[in-house]
């Protein structure tokens, strides 16, 4: 991926960060995924907004189109196999293959408040088959096509979650963190690269259903005392999809203020 200038007058100069590459976002119709994918977008590649949200999906395509983007949405569920790969064959027909894949989709707005030792087993199944299997199985959907431009990068959302007390939550995100370290080491051979970004409190909707008020108790235990912005979690996301992180992989990048150390 050519790494030149990242503003919107790179793109109409053709030498965005990721110009002319083609990049999957999931659980792009809102919230953080909205924002990688719109930024994604201004950096010159073409963008698959994968979400299950059909009316906001469409929305966030259709707003990067007219900032002068490529995008197309296609309604995905991360955690179905036909339905992943019919999102990596609508990215390959609508834009000539794939070189990222950015795995966000997650259930956590509307998540369930329960115990692990009590939550119904039925909705620990499907949670932890989309919240920790999803980025599996988007990644087994798309990485010969990553195969056939000659490598590419995969970013997976994890969470601060995976280090402190969170539940059904945090251990699917303990997951998607030795998710990325095994398969980096499955596909790098192969030229792909897979990194994952870990986000503190981030205001998003989705944070303020959860959260509410707790927010700002959780705040005075960051290091920066303010809640993250989507746009903060925005920079890593781009140098992990660039070949400014070409000899980066197998990491899990905090962006969270300072919430958590691990020595
Ligand atoms: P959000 O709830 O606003 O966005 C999640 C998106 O995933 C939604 O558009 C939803 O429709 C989509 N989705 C849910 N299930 C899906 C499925 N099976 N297939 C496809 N799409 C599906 O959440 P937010 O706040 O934007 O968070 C995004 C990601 O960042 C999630 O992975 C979340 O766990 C993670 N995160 C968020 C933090 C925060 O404070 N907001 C902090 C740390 C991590």
Redesign the pocket.
């Known amino acids: 991926m050519v790494s030149t200038s990242s503003t919107d007058e790179g793109r109409s100069t053709g030498v965005g960060r990721l110009q002319d590459k083609v990049v999957i976002v ?2 792009a ?5 909205e924002a990688y994918a719109k930024a994604i977008a201004k950096e010159g590649a073409a963008v698959v907004v ?4 059909t009316d ?1 999906g469409e929305r966030v395509a259709k707003e990067i189109e007219a900032d002068g983007g490529r995008a197309v949405f296609v309604r ?4 179905d196999q036909a339905s992943a790969e019919a999102a990596a064959a609508a990215a390959v027909e609508s834009f000539g293959g794939i070189d990222g894949l950015v795995n ?6 509307d998540m369930q408040f329960d115990l692990l030792i009590s939550v119904d087993w039925d909705y620990y199944r499907r949670f932890m088959s ?1 919240n920790m299997d ?1 980025a599996l199985v988007m990644t087994r959907a798309v990485y010969t096509h990553m195969q056939k431009r000659g490598g590419g990068s995969i970013v997976n ?1 994890s ?3 995976a280090y402190l007390y969170s539940g059904f939550y945090g251990l699917a995100k303990v997951g998607v963190n030795g998710l990325t370290q095994q398969l980096a080491h499955e596909v790098g051979g192969m030229g792909i690269r897979v990194n994952a970004i870990a ?4 205001d ?4 303020r259903t959860q959260a509410g008020d707790a927010s700002k108790e959780l705040v005075k235990n960051l290091a920066i005392k303010r809640m ?1 912005q989507v746009d903060d979690m925005v920079g890593a996301c781009l140098f992990l999809l660039s070949d400014e992180a070409a000899w980066v992989t197998a990491q899990i990048l905090a962006v969270d203020g300072g919430q958590v150390f691990r020595p």
């Open positions: 999931t659980g119709a809102q919230g953080i995924g994968a979400d299950l949200n906001s995905t569920d991360v955690s966000n989709a997650a259930i956590y707005g989309v999803g959302q969470s601060t979650a986000p503190g409190p981030t998003t909707a989705a944070t993250g």
